[in-house]
């Protein structure tokens, strides 16, 4: 293979990698243009040196140049992982793990030189990060709920416990009201909250685990 169609594999590999990059680094993603490039380059240069050792050696014995081509599949697992955190209840940095794997099989199709593939993978790609920003920011508008709570009484666990619950799970609360039943051992609450909807499972796990939370419902 000639020096130059490697330079150009290269080139365009980092090129598509960027465009993906740039759109996770302006949203301020753990994995930004940086890693993407990195990854991206890598793969590309992993597929060019199994077809290059496979070219090379192919009559001593049987070279398969898609076998570091499935290391590098396997491997970036790794990789992804390590932008997966957990926050609370929810898993953040999914969308970003499955972009490096996205963009380490197009560093692949350039190190193969399938570049119509890979140029199209990219804006596909692209096209679903940017419709994933749009699906998140719609989850994340708030919307008026009332959250149902039923409570034991002196088990260590305070409306203020209730309410920072609540306000870490991006719940904002309008209104509060409380009533104990006849025995004075529980009490009820009724929060009216603005809050988004992709937190509201959040919400209802954090104050089930409270000290004495029996019954936590949306009303």
């Known amino acids: 293979m000639p020096s130059a169609i490697i330079f150009l594999r290269l080139v365009i590999s980092a090129v598509l990698s960027a ?17 993407h490039i990195l990854v991206c380059v890598g793969s590309t240069l992993f597929m060019i040196t199994s077809i290059l050792i496979a070219a090379s050696y192919g009559d001593i014995g049987e070279a398969d140049p898609s076998r570091i081509a499935a290391g590098v599949v396997t491997g970036i697992g790794f990789l992804g992982a390590g932008a997966i955190i957990r926050y609370g209840a929810s898993v953040r940095g999914l969308t970003t793990a499955a972009s490096i794997w996205a963009v380490s099989a197009i560093g692949l199709a350039v190190g193969a030189g399938m570049y119509e593939a890979a140029g199209i993978a ?32 002196n088990m260590g666990t305070s409306a203020d416990d209730i309410k920072n619950a609540i306000e870490s799970c991006g719940g904002r609360i309008k209104r509060v009201s409380s009533e104990k039943d006849d025995t004075r051992t529980k009490e009820d609450f009724a929060f009216d909250l603005l809050v988004p ?12 685990s409270l000290a004495g939370v029996e019954r936590v419902k949306w009303g």
């Open 19 to 35: 465009i993906i990059g740039m759109e996770r680094e302006i949203h301020g993603c753990a994995a930004g243009l940086r890693t």
């Open 122 to 153: 990219t804006g596909v790609v692209l096209v679903v990060l940017i419709l994933s920003r749009l699906e998140e920011r719609m989850a994340l508008k708030r919307r008026g709920k009332k959250l149902l709570i039923r409570m034991s009484v």
């Open 197 to 208: 909807r992709i937190y509201e499972k959040d919400i209802v796990s954090e104050i089930s």
